[in-house]
């Protein structure tokens, strides 16, 4: 086993988390399809993380930080829903109260159901850094514990669970990432890394939401830049710091999205893979169908991290829309 870890995130510490979070959220399906190949040009081996009790990844972390949390009390964090939702589950199974703060323009179906798994839901701010910045404050004006995505260890050892499940079902050449917060790459490369140094690791954000891979690359962020993109779940307009080191030694590529490309990952998921996902969980099969043949490798992973969407929703994307090939 080769170990190429970041300074805080450790192949033991995930080993760990896959032996301590709650079985509802592990061993989640590998999904490989003829038709899939077809239409993708490549072996594709898709980590679906959009079915379960909360229909993404996240309830991994939110249950792995609550299992490994010393304090006591209640929680408050920001999330776009997904993250939110996780944390109400393991607050609600710890007893705990637990208030999430949500931006002003948040999915209605993710702000329903954090409020339906028991959560304080409060709507401030723009953007989901905006109301990551009223939580923030909320949380030290009432001497609560703030719990960050991309910060708190445990999230992101939750998250490399992911890797545990795929390193002993598939061989790989390129594993791609959705990048939001960064909990979920460097997790998984943390994980891939060691068990399978070979494979490459690209993390995938979207072209409107590029602050974590110019933070990541060098480039100057501008914090005030507005996020757009329909992928909530990755529309990061402020890198969490802990997150850009825990990566820096880890990704190996980095690549952008267009929102048209998610639609048509979206909408191609459907047709081939009877698969619904979220515009966050579609960015892997979007950066495959925007890059030349045989960018990737032939054995393609990627992560399907959430699929908390509605009907309505994929109308207005155009997703719906009806499809030939």
Known sequence: MT????????????????????????NTPIVQHD?????????????????????????????????????????CAASAGNFGQALAWSARAAGEEC?????LNASPLKLARMRALGATVIQDGTDFDAAKDAARAFAKSRGIEFVEDGQALAITEGAGTIAVELGNAVQLDTLLVPLGN??????????????????????????????MMRALTGIQVDLTAP??????????????????????????????????????AIRGLIAHAGLIVEPAGA??????????????GERIGTILCGGNVTTEQLGAWGVLRPTIG
């Open 99 to 103: 208030t999430i703060f949500a931006s």
């Open 283 to 296: 960015v892997g099969i979007a950066a495959l169908l925007s890059a030349p043949h045989g960018t990737y």
């Open 227 to 264: 996020v757009r993109t329909i992928a909530d779940g990755i529309a990061v307009r402020v890198p969490v710091k802990d997150a850009v080191d825990d990566l820096r030694s880890l990704a190996d590529d980095l690549v952008a999205v267009a929102d048209d490309a998610i639609v048509a």
């Open 3 to 26: 170990l190429v870890e970041s300074r805080r995130v450790t192949v033991g510490g995930i080993a760990r988390a896959a032996q301590g979070i709650s079985a509802v959220f592990l």
């Open 35 to 75: 038709d899939l190949d077809a239409w993708l040009g490549a072996r594709v081996s898709a980590k679906v993380e959009s079915i379960g009790p909360l229909r993404s990844f996240k309830g991994r972390g939110g249950d792995w930080f609550m299992r490994e949390r010393v304090a006591r009390g209640p929680v």
């Open 182 to 211: 960064g909990a979920l790459l460097a997790g998984v490369a943390t994980w891939m890394k060691a068990v399978s140094p070979a494979t490459r690791i690209v993390g995938v954000v979207a072209d409107g939401a590029p602050s």
